[in-house]
């Protein structure tokens, strides 16, 4: 549910502490700090690594809803082991995204699951991008250093030659309008 377009890569959304992270009222989670595999909690890596996402009505209420069941401990995390520490990273891999890839015949010709978390990530830019969203919206949202990191990586799904044809068809009828 969560990994609805997911503009967080596996590092950060299972490192996600609740009271700090999760605004239930203002519907955001804040990126403001990261747990690595030892449990040490710290600060993101870079200064665009500390943001602010969205949280769709569905995540939000999928969420609220978790809190009161997930496993508790002293990190306070959204998605802790069971201990309430922090969840290993191939653990999650293994025991969550390849039975769901699988089960949902998400596989190559080998019958091996296709994607990682970090293709979800992948994914989710290209959804915003497909919807149109300003790329500045999306450099933040990804956590990009620039915007040039954002159009190095996706400029090449910005291209669409049918609407550079509307477009170059909107500027000429615009200069002999004027």
């Known amino acids: 549910m969560v990994l609805r377009p997911v503009e967080l890569d596996?590092?950060?959304?299972?490192r996600i502490n609740i009271a700090d992270c999760v605004d239930f009222?203002?519907?955001?989670?804040?990126?403001r700090k990261r747990a690595d595999r030892f449990n040490e909690m710290g600060k993101p890596k870079s200064r665009t690594g500390r943001r602010s996402i969205p949280m769709a009505?569905?995540?939000h209420d999928t969420l609220q809803a978790w809190r009161e069941d997930c496993p508790k401990g002293e990190l306070d995390l959204v998605f802790p082991n069971g201990k309430g520490n922090v969840e290993n990273h191939s653990n999650i891999h293994n025991r969550v995204l390849v039975p769901l890839l699988l089960e949902n015949g998400i596989v190559d010709e080998e019958g091996k699951p296709k994607f990682s978390?970090?293709?979800?990530?992948?994914?989710?830019?290209?959804?915003?991008?497909?919807q149109n969203?300003?790329?500045?919206?999306i450099q933040a949202?990804?956590?990009h250093s620039s915007i040039n990191v954002t159009m190095d990586v996706y400029g090449h799904l910005f291209e669409s030659p049918e609407e550079d044809v509307a477009l170059f068809a909107?500027?000429?009828?615009?200069?002999l309008a004027a």
């Open 117 to 130: 978390f970090h293709a979800l990530r992948h994914a989710a830019a290209s959804l915003f991008i497909e």
């Open 25 to 31: 009222d203002a519907r955001l989670i804040h990126i």
């Open 133 to 137: 969203w300003p790329p500045k919206k």
């Open 141 to 143: 949202l990804m956590g």
């Open 57 to 59: 009505p569905m995540v």
């Open 170 to 175: 909107k500027l000429e009828e615009d200069l």
């Open 10 to 14: 596996c590092g950060r959304l299972f």
